[in-house]
């Protein structure tokens, strides 16, 4: 499967974004979908998994009450609407997808060691 994420860039200290992934060369609700960032001098980190019917998702802690994740398998195409943006949350944004189903331990390990495929990113920066 490949992935294009898009819909990155500049916005003010409060403001929202939609990132957008869209997936070829497979049908993506055979995949977990996840999104995951880089800040400048900072590893990378999760950002959110959702399972392949978007009926189940996972956050990190600190982003679930303003970062949603969601999917449209019809579009094969995922999304993460991110509202009420901090500077700190200035970095390259990736979408990842894996064949593995999402639940309590794939979830763990999604999130510590990463999915099997990768976006290339697309910059949100958000200034003060």
């Known amino acids: 499967v490949q992935l294009q994420a898009c819909g990155g860039g500049l916005v003010q200290a409060g403001g929202s974004l939609r990132l957008s992934c869209a997936a070829s060369g497979s049908t993506l609700r055979h995949y977990t979908m996840g999104w995951y960032r880089q800040a400048p001098g900072k590893e990378r980190e999760p950002v959110a998994a959702?399972?392949?019917?978007?009926?189940?998702?996972f956050y990190a802690d600190s982003l679930r009450e303003r970062f949603t994740i969601s999917r449209d398998n019809a579009s094969n195409r995922a999304y993460l609407q991110m509202n009420s943006l901090k500077p700190e949350d200035t970095a390259v944004y990736y979408c990842?997808?894996?064949?593995?189903?999402?639940?309590?331990?794939?979830?763990?390990?999604?999130?510590?060691?990463?999915?099997?495929?990768w976006g290339q990113g697309t910059q949100v920066t958000v200034s003060s």
């Open positions: 959702i399972n392949w019917s978007g009926a189940r998702s």
């Open positions: 990842a997808a894996d064949p593995r189903a999402l639940g309590a331990e794939t979830r763990a390990a999604m999130f510590k060691y990463g999915m099997d495929y």
